[in-house]
């Protein structure tokens, strides 16, 4: 079988915890949690390059392009996770973003023996690549092969690329337009990328797509505007933004919902602004579905 040397801040071993195995459990938790309390902060060292690619991905979705994770092992479950909680949250259209994990839907409980190796596995997922479309690799190392040839077929087809790891000095960075690199250093378990490169990960694309549904007008402040009441407690947090963001009782919030087909966005604002449902939804399809812009329109025609 083929090994291979990988040289990465998360491969090298971290001399504060040398001995863990001789500490007692709470001494290891405060040890992995004074590791933790590193990850905010080196995130945050590239807020910048992320928030550019944020603009750059508004922009391409809505022309219609879509965001394309790939990865694998724990940056590939993490993408996953994402992914999946967009459309109950902010009721993102089926496809705007699509989690591809080496392996595949096996290899999200299970280890799959060799499928990060796979270059022309990375390049297959590529069939489902538009130009206009957002690609971004995971790789805590920065070398992954799943994720290389994913890139590379990316960059072919014109999309816009980008790299989140955990490895400044990442193999893969010439391939992509983006590179994110929070430099979380060595793991506290010498190469367990589930710790801090893991936490980093999720952090990053939790600010990622959160940031991109903000700009796309799915909340109305810090309210879920957009949430898809598909339980109990779902239907009562659409009648309880309608109640906090208008000021109106239940009964009148009920009724709103009614009348635009139980549709919280539509109803907030009809609710708002005074108008019926059907020129609500004229309003929001005008402005790319943003509450702000629209009443920002009817303000400036008052």
Not at 240 to 255: K, M, N, S
């Amino acid at each position: 079988m083929t090994e291979v040397h990988v040289t990465a801040p998360t491969e090298e071993r971290n001399a504060a915890s040398e001995r863990i195995d001789r500490l007692a459990s709470l001494e290891v938790l405060q040890l992995l949690n004074g590791a933790d309390a590193a990850v905010a902060p080196a995130v945050a060292a590239v807020l910048p390059e992320l928030a550019l690619l944020v603009e750059e991905t508004v922009d391409r979705l809505r022309l219609g392009g879509s965001v394309h994770y790939v990865g694998a092992g724990t940056s590939g479950r993490l993408a996953v996770l994402d992914a999946a909680e967009l459309r109950p949250t902010f009721n993102a259209p089926k496809g705007m973003f699509v989690a591809h994990h080496a392996g595949g839907r096996a290899a999200l409980t299970d280890a799959v023996e060799d499928v990060e190796d796979d270059v022309d596995a990375g390049r297959a997922e590529a069939r489902d690549f538009e130009p206009g479309d957002v690609v971004i690799g995971l790789a805590a190392s920065g070398r992954t092969p799943f994720v290389r040839g994913a890139l590379e077929a990316a960059r072919e087809r014109g999309c816009l690329t980008a790299l989140v790891t955990a490895n400044p000095g990442a193999e893969l960075a010439s391939l992509v337009d983006h590179l994110i690199a929070p430099d979380t250093g060595p793991e506290v378990v010498t190469g367990s990328t589930r710790l801090k490169a893991g936490t980093a990960q999720k952090l990053v694309l939790n600010g990622f797509s959160t940031t991109v549904m903000i700009r796309l007008g799915h909340t109305w402040g810090n309210l879920m505007v957009d949430v898809v009441a598909s339980n109990a407690k779902l239907r009562g947090r659409v009648v309880r933004i309608l109640c906090e963001a208008t000021g109106v009782d239940e009964v009148t919030a009920h009724a709103a919902l009614e009348d635009a087909g139980g549709e919280l966005k539509p109803a907030l604002l009809a609710l708002l602004a005074g108008i019926g449902a059907v020129e609500s939804r004229i309003l929001l399809t005008e402005h790319h579905g943003s509450i702000a812009e629209a009443l920002g329109s009817l303000s400036a025609t008052a």
